[in-house]
């Protein structure tokens, strides 16, 4: 799977994909059921198998029950997010995005603690 996978995706593909990474394994039904606008269950059904013969979903069967599951891990999938709100929303700015989180709402003292021993590891990757 490529890294750049929100970039593959359409709006609602982008959806999909968010629904069954949140639950981590998701029925047709569980899709349709969050979904904003969804449309009707052979609707879901075929987006879910299309994005199967894609690559970017997997599935198994219980009981007569097609359970999807990402085709990459959730980890390959939050970079790829992340990459992609990045460079749309923040012109590929880290500060722009960090100062984004930091107005977000109010850090712990251990979350500051953790931001400054994650920049200070970057500082030392540089060298």
Do not use: C, W
Request: hydrophobic letters at 35%.
């Amino acid at each position: 799977m490529e890294d750049n996978l929100y970039n593959q995706l359409s709006r609602r593909e982008s959806q999909i994909i968010d629904i069954v990474l949140e639950l981590g394994e998701a029925t047709a039904v569980d899709v349709r059921q969050r979904l904003p606008d969804a449309p009707s269950n052979s609707s879901v059904r075929n987006l879910l198998k299309l994005m199967e013969e894609k690559g970017h979903l997997t599935h198994r069967v219980k009981k007569g029950t097609f359970y999807y599951k990402s085709a990459i891990e959730p980890e390959q999938a939050r970079r790829s997010a992340l990459r992609h709100v990045l460079k749309i929303f923040f012109g590929n700015s880290i500060p722009q995005v960090i100062s984004a989180l930091l107005h977000e709402r109010n850090l712990s003292k251990e979350e500051i603690a953790e931001l400054e021993r994650l920049i200070d590891q970057a500082r030392q990757d540089e060298t």
